[in-house]
């Protein structure tokens, strides 16, 4: 039961996210409200029919539910393209987002970045305590793992907001905005979204096992909550495609000469 919940949850997201990401892509080709509303809507669609001809042609996955998801899917696609055109069509739409989107992101970045402080101290007082008083804890060990996992996911799509990830910026460095603009374009649609998707297809499965039987520590005295820390792997993805929305939002804008 908690595996099919996660494999609705999965394609419901699934269904939100594509929609949303392509709207940075419409409004990169169109000012015009209709005519990039008319372009992204075209987009999902295609998405849509791509989902349903993938699952038709490739069979041997044995997909569970598959055609229930991608009806779930294309349900929640074609709901969220109605109140995108309630509200003003693509453009408006995508300038309200990318701020809450940024807001949301910088937020949660911003808060588990604490838990850095707290790694440390803990840290300390487990070395304290094995070494001094030989006394050792592995539910303090174990914490200081959960604290390490939740910074490096939750914490990851503020990165690239702030431009904190390892980047090999030989070229890029001394780009013209412009050119700096096309390549956070093309990466963020090319690289960053794909490998959103991916994680999050491919990890909520894992995530469902784990809730399955509520999985905990090896040792009884340790953390009995492993199936909270894996739930982060979606959170992980879910924020960093906020991210990336931002940064595809922010690259049109440079490139039709707006400031964001």
């Known amino acids: 039961m908690i595996e099919l919940s996660g494999d609705i949850l999965n394609w419901l997201a699934a269904g939100a996210l594509f929609p949303l990401m392509t709207l940075p892509l419409a409004a990169a080709a169109s000012d015009n409200r209709a005519a990039s509303s008319v372009l992204w809507l075209t987009i ?4 849509v029919g791509l989902g349903f001809l993938f699952v038709a042609l490739v069979p ?12 779930m899917f294309a349900g929640v696609a074609i709901a969220l393209c ?5 509200a003003g069509g693509a453009n408006p739409f995508a300038r309200r987002a990318a701020p809450l989107f940024e807001q949301l992101t910088t937020i949660v970045g911003r808060a588990v970045m604490w838990l850095l402080l707290a790694m440390a101290l803990v840290q300390f007082a487990v070395v304290l305590l094995r070494y001094v008083f030989g006394v050792n804890e592995i539910f303090m060990q174990e914490s200081i793992t959960y604290m390490h996992g939740a910074v490096f996911l939750l914490a990851a799509g503020y990165a690239l907001l702030t431009n904190d990830h390892v980047r090999v910026d030989i070229f890029y460095r001394d780009a013209s905005p412009r050119r700096k603009a096309v390549v956070d374009l093309l990466g963020t649609y090319l690289f960053l979204f794909p490998i959103c998707l991916v994680i999050l297809w491919t990890g909520s499965p894992y995530v469902a096992r784990s809730w399955a039987f509520l999985e905990g520590s090896a040792d009884t005295s340790g953390i009995q909550g492993v199936f909270l820390l894996k739930s982060l792997i979606p959170a992980f993805a879910v924020l960093l495609a906020m991210a ?17």
Do not use: N
């Open 60 to 71: 041997s996955l044995r997909l569970a539910s598959s055609f229930d998801g991608l009806v």
């Open 44 to 47: 999902v669609a295609v998405f």
């Open 244 to 260: 990336g929305f931002v940064v595809a939002h922010k690259a049109v804008a440079t490139l039709k000469g707006r400031s964001e």
């Open 82 to 86: 109605a109140a995108i055109i309630i």
